[in-house]
């Protein structure tokens, strides 16, 4: 028992020391470098993401099923705003959305969808792509959506896997079609 309280009392300290320079580590410039971003970049990245979210519109139509979740305007701005980022590649975009359905459904199935459970999901769902190194923060929104809509397994496919290989396809035509630009870097 006195280890215990001892061991306490040594985190607790450990903690206030970390509290005391909080905001010492808070510090930073007020503008950070900034690489060029060039207007023909931008204009490619409208262009893609904009027929990357009709793209899945109109699978939508054709299937009669809803694929669109906001998290996939999460997606795009990565996969058609920043293509060459580890977070964008073909392994998160899938592996993260499917991720974070998983723990969308298992929650949902285990404990309903309460503010308590959304906010587990968005943390387990983080948890576990780092786990399986499939990081892609709009999983998180993927998660929350689930959750907060209740959803069940089909949610995994539709509109979860489906949406993303929709957008994936998307990217890898898009970011093909010009020369300034190549997706993906790398597949897993």
Not at 1 to 28: E, G, V, Y
Request: aromatic letters at 6%; glycine letters at 8%; charged letters at 10%.
């Amino acid at each position: 028992m006195k280890r215990r309280i001892a061991t306490f009392i040594k985190n607790d300290l450990a903690i206030n020391k970390r509290l005391a320079r909080l905001p010492q580590n808070c510090r930073a410039p007020i503008l950070g470098a900034r690489p060029q971003m060039s207007l023909r970049y931008a204009i490619w990245s409208f262009i893609s993401a904009t027929v990357g979210i009709l793209a899945i519109c109109e699978v939508t139509i054709m299937v009669g099923h809803p694929l669109l979740i906001g998290s996939f305007g999460a997606s795009a701005v990565l996969l058609f705003g920043a293509t060459e980022s580890p977070l964008s590649q073909p392994r998160n975009l899938v592996g993260g959305h499917l991720v974070s359905a998983v723990v969308a459904v298992i929650i949902v199935a285990i404990f309903g969808s309460t503010p308590l459970s959304m906010a587990i999901s968005v943390g387990l769902a983080i948890f576990v792509m780092n786990l399986t190194h499939t990081t892609h923060p709009p999983g998180g929104a993927t998660a929350l959506i689930g959750v907060q809509s209740a959803v069940g397994p089909e949610y995994i496919l539709l509109p979860v896997l489906a949406g993303a290989l929709i957008l994936l396809a998307t990217a890898i035509i898009t970011n093909n079609l010009v020369y300034h630009r190549s997706y993906p870097e790398h597949w897993l």
